[in-house]
């Protein structure tokens, strides 16, 4: 069992799970052909922002085309990110940006999509990988994995884990989805060696 989860656990390190999928994002940013002219109206504005999803869609899963679904709900997708960035009229927000070139434009509305995107992308592959992972292990099997999740982790997690223990091994699975996200802010917060 150790083997395992020494191994799903190396692979959800954010240089694994959450860094590639942001690398890939800033490929997409670097290659997008932004129109030229002044974005002024939300028509306008939504047809770019879809070329822009289709086009870092692309690149964080490696085809070598776009998918162009439906523009109509492509433009859904941008909407509920740029409702999570700029609130529930997040689209009328992203145009003031925009068309006022005002906290960096276009250029830093573009970058936030993408990597939103990336946190969305990399959080369907992780909890993949866990699901995958989950799924092979009998029930004996899950009860194991959570206590090797426990040990491994114990220097990560506080002193009273015996008594929290029985939660975290009742919800390994979402425990472990959020590991990469808090090695990655251990790692922003430590010094470097």
């Known amino acids: 069992m150790k083997g395992l989860v020494d191994n799903l656990l190396k692979a959800l390190h954010p240089d694994r799970s959450i860094h590639p999928w942001h690398q890939r994002a800033e490929e997409g940013l670097a290659t997008f052909a932004r129109p030229k002219g002044t974005i002024t109206t939300l028509e306008k504005l939504?047809?770019?922002?879809v070329l822009?999803?289709?086009?870092?869609?692309?690149?964080?899963?490696?085809?070598?085309?776009?998918?162009r679904l439906n523009a109509e709900f492509t433009w859904g997708l941008v909407r509920a990110i740029l409702q999570k960035l700029h609130g529930p009229s997040g689209h009328l927000a992203a145009l003031d940006m925009v068309a006022a070139s005002v906290e960096?434009?276009?250029?830093?509305?573009?970058?936030?999509?993408?990597?939103?995107?990336?946190?969305?992308?990399?959080t369907r592959h992780i909890r993949?990988?866990?699901?995958?992972?989950?799924?092979?292990?009998s029930t004996s099997?899950?009860?194991?994995?959570?206590?090797?999740?426990?040990?491994l982790l114990a220097r990560l997690l506080p002193r009273e884990v015996?008594?929290?223990?029985?939660?975290?091994?009742?919800?390994?699975?979402d425990f472990l989805a959020e590991y990469p996200r808090l090695i990655q802010r251990l790692e922003q917060r430590l010094p470097a060696p």
């Open 162 to 173: 015996e008594t929290s223990a029985a939660r975290i091994r009742g919800n390994v699975c």
């Open 52 to 67: 822009f999803y289709w086009h870092i869609e692309q690149y964080l899963l490696n085809l070598n085309e776009p998918l």
């Open 104 to 122: 960096g434009g276009f250029p830093s509305l573009a970058r936030a999509i993408a990597h939103e995107m990336a946190d969305e992308f990399s």
């Open 46 to 49: 939504a047809d770019i922002l």
């Open 128 to 137: 993949l990988q866990i699901t995958a992972f989950w799924n092979l292990l």
């Open 141 to 151: 099997g899950r009860l194991a994995a959570g206590d090797e999740v426990i040990s």
